[in-house]
């Protein structure tokens, strides 16, 4: 279940790749605690609406429960890849100069889209703390890495493809949900 954790942790910071890129497009750079505050903020979205699943379990049964945390997850990714595919997905706008207020908005812009993961996991059975942990480790290295990617490539444009990778991983936890 560890690993699955992980998988879904790694879908849900998967947009953080797609903004560690745009910042390092524009040849900024954030210091360890900006990215670290960044990261923070989804996974913390993350923790709140787990806990919140973790209630709406409560009042169905379990099996039935796993079942529609897996077909929600499903869903969920298949709308993203539906939405990639017609190049429907909204770029987040990065200020010249990142400042604190400006991260916060960022933060919670990522933080919006590990919700209805976060939900959708709770009732799938994940744990909340480790998902919410391993959330902030991968969204501060996804940051990171979208950073350093783009300045070494200078310009190249990987946005879309971390964001299938990320809808694809979601249906395979769905389905694995359902079947394990």
Do not use: Q, R
Not at 103 to 114: H, S, T
Not at 141 to 159: Q, T
């Amino acid at each position: 279940m560890l690993i699955s954790t992980m998988i879904l942790a790694i879908a849900a910071s998967s947009d953080s790749i797609v903004l560690g890129i745009n910042i390092g497009v524009k040849n900024e750079k954030m210091s360890i605690f900006s990215i670290l505050l960044l990261s923070l903020i989804p996974s913390l979205g993350t923790l709140i609406s787990m806990c919140f699943g973790g209630i709406l379990k409560d009042f169905i049964p379990l099996n039935i429960a796993v079942i529609l945390g897996g077909v929600f997850l499903i869903i969920l990714g298949l709308k993203s890849l539906k939405e990639i595919l017609k190049n429907e997905v909204t770029e987040l706008k990065i200020p010249e100069k990142v400042i604190s207020k400006d991260i916060l908005m960022l933060g919670l812009a990522l933080a919006v889209n590990n919700i209805t993961l976060g939900l959708g996991g709770s009732i799938a059975g994940y744990n909340p703390i480790w998902t919410s942990v391993f959330s902030l480790i991968f969204s501060f290295l996804f940051i990171y890495i979208g950073m350093f990617i783009a300045l070494k490539l200078n310009n190249y444009n990987l946005s879309e493809v971390s964001e299938v990778i990320g809808a694809i991983l979601v249906i395979i936890l769905g389905i694995g949900s359902i079947l394990f």
